[in-house]
């Protein structure tokens, strides 16, 4: 899996056209888990963390990064403890669509070459 996971607050319709896509989602629920500010939360401590504006943005990153979940696993022990047994994994055909309510995480590779479109509403 390449880049991390990804947070969207409008809702997304995806349609696969060609080739084929993996995706991996996770319900709002796990906000918390999906480490969002890293491995630890923001503190008074650390106010330029609190600081970082999410409200005129879209999107939002994970700091768990799919490919390298082993090394995560002691850094980031509630991601792997309650995300990865809940989350969807799926695999998008020619002619699929998927359609993400607002806020829900997610990471997506193409498997083969491949051409999706994506629209955020």
Same mark, same amino acid.
């Given at each position: ?19 084929r896509k993996y995706v991996w989602i996770a319900g709002p629920q796990f906000q918390t888990e999906m480490y969002p500010f890293g491995s630890? &939360? ?6 330029? #963390? @609190? ?11 994970? $700091? ?20 990865? &047994? ?6 998008? #055909? @020619? ?11 997610? $990471? ?14």
């Amino acid at each position: 899996m390449e880049g991390k996971w990804e947070l969207d607050l409008t809702r997304i319709e995806t349609v696969q056209i060609v080739g084929r896509k993996y995706v991996w989602i996770a319900g709002p629920q796990f906000q918390t888990e999906m480490y969002p500010f890293g491995s630890t &939360p923001p503190t008074i401590d650390r106010p330029e #963390e @609190e600081d970082q504006d999410h409200d005129d943005k879209e999107t939002c990153l994970g $700091s768990v990064e799919p490919d390298r979940l082993d090394e995560f696993r002691t850094r980031f022990p509630n991601f792997v403890e309650k995300v990865m &047994p809940e989350a969807l994994q799926i695999i998008l #055909e @020619e002619g699929d669509m998927l359609v993400m309510p607002p806020g829900w995480w997610h $990471s997506m590779k193409s498997l083969t070459p491949s051409i999706n479109l994506s629209v955020w509403f």
